[in-house]
């Protein structure tokens, strides 16, 4: 199978609709040998955080010598970014070899989009003999299909809030207990604090399967913050580290990290200051200039990214600078509290859709952002692409652009930037 074609029966899986479950995966896999079982993994859920505590976890292990896995979702540019040893993204040739063999192994053609990655992913780990893998999950965590892992090193949770509550639950004590799934027995568990309501049942499930739990105190302080260099300093009370990540919330995430690894996988100080000044985790607060303007991508597509990005903003050289904002969701994201979290600064509004059949429909979130900032002037476009471009020929918009919303929006945007800044051609390989 070529790369082309396994891009496209990977695509005819994309679900309008997610179908959590983990006998679909558990069938296939054991057809394919079981890999997962002859992995080491570190693995990580949550609403939000999950995938930079992953990248910081990942960067400092490999800084400290170790051979790498790393499995994230979604991607930006390319699929086979998901898939990562050494932290270089799994090639062309063996991601379609590998695909040929998850494809023919689901003779059932049951497997989701990204129950077919994660079977991949396994797959490359154990035929790359990885030392360690970092594994975060897609959805939740008790049917994720990433919890077939028998006995991680760690079962971290980052972060509970309201997200995919038409699969996870309507309350905080629900989504944690989804997310506490991937808590096995024996197996060191890690969080920050957390409400009440949300750390309780992480607590129950910790007892259940004798596995100690660590809850994280106090994040690390922000010192200093170089916003064009998307990079920060930031302090634990005693050390000072470079941090190759923007956002209010990266100090609680890598002292997170630090506590995992502290725990159950020491490495060096040395691995510490290179890991964290050389992590790369695009479309989080992720600043680029581009002919004399400059756009924010941010994927944060829930309430508890939005306020995040909100802080992030309050914080930064653009706080009171005008901006043109790109939005586009996904159809099952709470939009009314999505937009509460940002209503009060939105003033020129350009709303379009992200490519994914689980799209929202700009006209719904055009009619919810002018519900909550009747002053705004809101317009739609069906196409991201079209969106950015005009952006970035007319010279009576706003110098910055703030695009958020989704991961595939943030996506697409990036595409178009790097396209206009070195020739890349507009493609999602």
């Known amino acids: 199978m070529t790369f082309p074609s396994a891009l496209r029966r990977l695509e005819q899986r994309q679900e309008e609709r997610v179908r959590l479950g983990l006998l679909r995966v558990r069938r296939v896999l054991k057809r394919l040998g079981d890999p997962q079982q002859d992995l080491s993994c570190l693995h990580v859920a949550g609403t939000n955080g999950k995938g930079s505590v992953c990248a910081i976890l990942e960067s400092v292990l490999r800084a400290a010598g170790r051979k790498t896995g790393l499995y994230i979702s979604p991607h930006l ?50 035929q790359t003999r990885t030392e360690i893998v970092v594994l975060e999950t897609g959805l939740g965590g008790r049917l994720d299909a990433t919890n077939v892992v028998p006995q991680p090193l ?54 259940a399967c004798r596995a100690s739990l660590s809850v994280l105190r106090r994040p690390w302080d922000t010192i200093s913050v170089d916003w064009r260099r998307n990079r920060q300093v930031v302090s634990d009370g005693r050390r000072r580290y470079v941090l190759s990540l923007l956002g209010s919330s990266q100090g609680g995430n890598a002292a997170l990290a630090r506590m995992v690894l502290d725990r159950v996988f020491p490495v060096p100080e040395s691995a510490w200051r290179a890991g964290l000044s050389q992590v790369h985790w695009p479309g989080r607060f992720e600043v680029i200039p581009i002919n004399g303007k400059t756009a924010i991508v941010d994927g944060g597509h829930n309430p508890e990214a939005l306020r995040a990005l909100e802080r992030t ?9 005008s901006l043109r904002w790109i939005m586009g969701l996904m159809r099952e994201k709470d939009r009314r509290s999505v937009v509460g979290a940002l209503a009060r600064r939105l003033k020129d509004v350009v709303v379009t859709q992200p490519r994914s059949p689980r799209a929202l429909a700009a006209a719904e979130l055009a009619r919810e952002i002018q519900r909550q900032a009747p002053a705004a002037m809101v317009r739609e476009t069906a196409d991201v692409r079209q969106a ?35 020739g890349f051609r507009e493609s999602v390989l």
């Open 77 to 126: 540019q390319s699929v086979r970014e998901r898939i990562q040893v050494g932290g270089r993204p799994i090639s062309a040739f063996d991601f379609s070899r590998l695909f040929s063999a998850v494809w023919k192994a689901d003779d059932r053609q049951e497997l989701s989009y990204f129950e077919l990655l994660t079977c991949v992913a396994f797959l490359h780990f154990r």
């Open 154 to 207: 760690a079962s971290v949770i980052t972060s509970v809030d309201y997200d995919h509550q038409e699969w996870l639950g309507s309350t905080l004590s629900l989504i944690a207990a989804e997310k506490a799934g991937i808590i096995k027995p024996g197996c060191p568990v890690f969080c920050p604090r957390l409400p009440d309501a949300a750390l309780r049942p992480i607590q129950r499930r910790a007892r």
């Open 388 to 422: 950015m471009r005009e952006w970035l020929a007319d010279p009576q918009t706003p110098k910055t652009a703030m695009i958020c919303g989704s991961f595939y929006l943030a996506a697409q945007a990036r595409c178009v930037l790097a396209m206009k800044r070195r």
């Open 313 to 321: 903003l309050a914080q930064s050289p653009w706080q009171h600078r």
